[in-house]
Each structure stands twice: as structure tokens, then as C-alpha cells.
């Protein structure tokens, strides 16, 4: 990150544990660089599952998502129609993935992400990565999804990124979307997953227990115009694997 591009693709799993090692190798030496080739397909980062804790609402909630995947590769796309693209179909075929490792996978999710905040892309491939990702995902009534909006771009994305050890902030919508794995494409709708999801990168997962975090989320219309309306929320913490550099 930052983001260069409008979609991010987000593969999400856990692989059975005496697979662990080889299923790392495959993805960093060979899924991932062949994935890179295909056109439209930008930069790839891949991330782990951590338990940590938040300060929210003056309290200090410790989060471990059992049922969450523990491995997420992000594939930032030009355009939803890549991932239906012959070249996509046959870079995921290729190596020892479809044998050796896609079979050993389990609680697979995957999500097509389109970017909305902030409205241009970066234009500095070089920026600093944050070794950590935490994604705050969640729907709003109905109703409130104008002011929803409003409030995250104007107020609450303006704010948290103000606090020591923030960088980047961008926000996406869930997309339908087809993908093409194994040789088939999919339609994928994914009625329970979040509409609306939140990335901030942090230099530590100390950040968001900070004195700081605790007060820029409560600032605002959040706390009371907003907030008590979001439903379906989930907060996950990611620690960057790839690259490593």
C-alpha cells in the first residue's frame, strides 16, 4: 500500500497446519509472481491474522476471531473483468498450487473490494509501508448510509489519521463479482460479508490502544449520529509477510 489501483481482490484462507511451511513457499515463490504478471494485476501483499486489542468507546476491547481466516493475499486490479481474464486463469493453474497446496486450503473467502476514500490514487509507489493493516468492516441501516459516508470521509478518516503511528487510510464497498479458479468461473455474492470496509495502515498494534486513538474515534457526529446505527461489524489485524522488503 498505498493504493495504486480501484479494486482490491482479497483471498482469504486457512490451509491444514502440517501444510503451513510449504503452503508459504508456493505463495510467496510462485503464486503470487505469476499472479503478477497477468495484466491489470498491480501490487500483491500478503498478511496474517493477529489477535490484539482496540480502544473503542473508552474501553478496551481485546478481539480474537476464531472463525476469521488466518492467511490474506491482496491483489490490487484495474478492473473486476481481470479476474475472469484468460491470463488470470492460467496463472492461478500454475506450479505446484493446484495440486500440492489448493487442495489442503479450507475456509476460503473471497472479496472484491471497490476503492472510495480517498477519491484520487497514490501516485508514489515508493511511500512507506506500514507493517500492519486493520480493517474495520461493518453495515449501516439504510437510512443513515448518506450521513454514514459523509461522516467517515469528512470527519472520522480525517481525525484517526491525525493519531501517532497512522498512515494511509483508505475505505472500499463490496462488489459482485466472477472469478475464474480451476478452470471455472464463479459468481460470487457474498450476503453476510460486510458492505463497508476500512483500512488504516499502523506502524504498531500498540496504536490502537493509544490515549490518542481512543479520543479521535469519539470525536464528532461518530459517536452518536452514527455509530449506534452500523450493524454486522467485524475488526480484524493484519501483519504484513509479502513482501518482505
Known amino acids: ?67 476469521e481466516p488466518t492467511f490474506h493475499a491482496m491483489y490490487e486490479l484495474d478492473s473486476p473483468d481481470v479476474l475472469t481474464s484468460p491470463g488470470w486463469g492460467e496463472a492461478v493453474e500454475l506450479g505446484r498450487w493446484p495440486e500440492q497446496v489448493r487442495p489442503y486450503t479450507k475456509n476460503r473467502r473471497h472479496v472484491l473490494l471497490k476503492m472510495t476514500y ?27 448510509t448518506e450521513l454514514f459516508n459523509d461522516v467517515y470521509d469528512t470527519e472520522h478518516c480525517p481525525e484517526l489519521s491525525k493519531v501517532d503511528g497512522v498512515g494511509p487510510i483508505t475505505r472500499f464497498e463490496k462488489q459482485n463479482f466472477s472469478v475464474l479458479i480451476g478452470g471455472k468461473t464463479q459468481t460470487v455474492l457474498l450476503e453476510s460479508e460486510p458492505t463497508f470496509h476500512a483500512m488504516y495502515e499502523l506502524d504498531s498494534p500498540d496504536v490502537l490502544t493509544s490515549n490518542r486513538w481512543g479520543e479521535a474515534v469519539e470525536l464528532g457526529r461518530w459517536r452518536e449520529q452514527v455509530r449506534p446505527y452500523t450493524k454486522n461489524r467485524r475488526h480484524v489485524l493484519l501483519k504484513m509477510t509479502y513482501p518482505q522488503g
Not at 480517498?118 to 443513515?144: R, T
Request: aromatic letters at 8%; charged letters at 25%.
Open 1 to 67: 500500500m498505498p493504493q495504486q489501483a480501484k479494486y482490491l481482490f482479497i483471498a482469504s484462507m486457512d490451509v491444514d497446519p502440517e501444510k503451513a511451511a510449504l503452503f508459504n513457499d508456493v505463495y510467496d515463490t510462485e503464486h503470487c509472481s505469476e499472479l503478477s504478471n497477468v495484466a491489470g494485476v498491480g501490487p500483491i501483499t500478503r498478511f496474517e491474522k493477529q489477535n490484539f486489542s482496540v480502544l473503542i468507546g473508552g474501553k478496551t476491547q481485546t478481539v480474537v476471531l476464531e472463525s
Open 118 to 144: 480517498p477519491e484520487g490514487l497514490s501516485d508514489n509507489a515508493k511511500a512507506k509501508q506500514s507493517k500492519y493493516l486493520f480493517i474495520a468492516s461493518m453495515d449501516v441501516d439504510p437510512e443513515k
